[in-house]
Nanobody
Framework: QVQLVESGGGLVQAGGSLTLSCAVS????????MGWFRQTPGKEREFVAA????????YYADSVKGRFTISRDTGKKTAYLRMISLNPEDTADYYC??????????????????WGQGTQVTVSS
């Protein structure tokens, strides 16, 4: 059984930083890509960042470029999202996602079949 467990969310003041982690468990689960998405009430889940597991190529939403960094530890099967210069517009539930299959477009939520439970990030002004 594959599980994605997120951690690292919380309350931070504007201008602050947080690092989210997403650990993948499941024997023989090979990762092709992992992504981070976020969602606020009444809005659709939106892409934040994604990384191709083997080569480490990273992709970002325009709204977070230069502030967020996605990385991975292949040995630990863990992805990270380092967030700096946070602002209240970053407040959301953050979800990590993973998939073992090739997808040309990994910024699309439809590319992922495995999701974490979400972790809340609140940025106060």
């Amino acid at each position: 059984q594959v599980q994605l467990v997120e951690s690292g969310g919380g309350l931070v003041q504007a201008g602050g930083s947080l690092t989210l982690s997403c650990a993948v468990s499941g024997r023989n689960f090979g990762i092709f890509a992992m992504g981070w998405f976020r969602q606020t009430p009444g809005k659709e889940r939106e892409f934040v960042a994604a990384i191709r597991w083997s080569f480490g190529a990273a992709y970002y939403a325009d709204s977070v470029k230069g502030r967020f960094t996605i990385s991975r530890d292949t040995g630990k099967k863990t992805a990270y999202l380092r967030m700096i210069s946070l602002n209240p517009e970053d407040t959301a539930d953050y979800y990590c996602a993973a998939d073992p299959s090739f997808h040309a477009n990994i910024v699309n939520a439809g590319a992922y079949n495995y999701w974490g439970q979400g972790t809340q990030v609140t940025v106060s002004s």
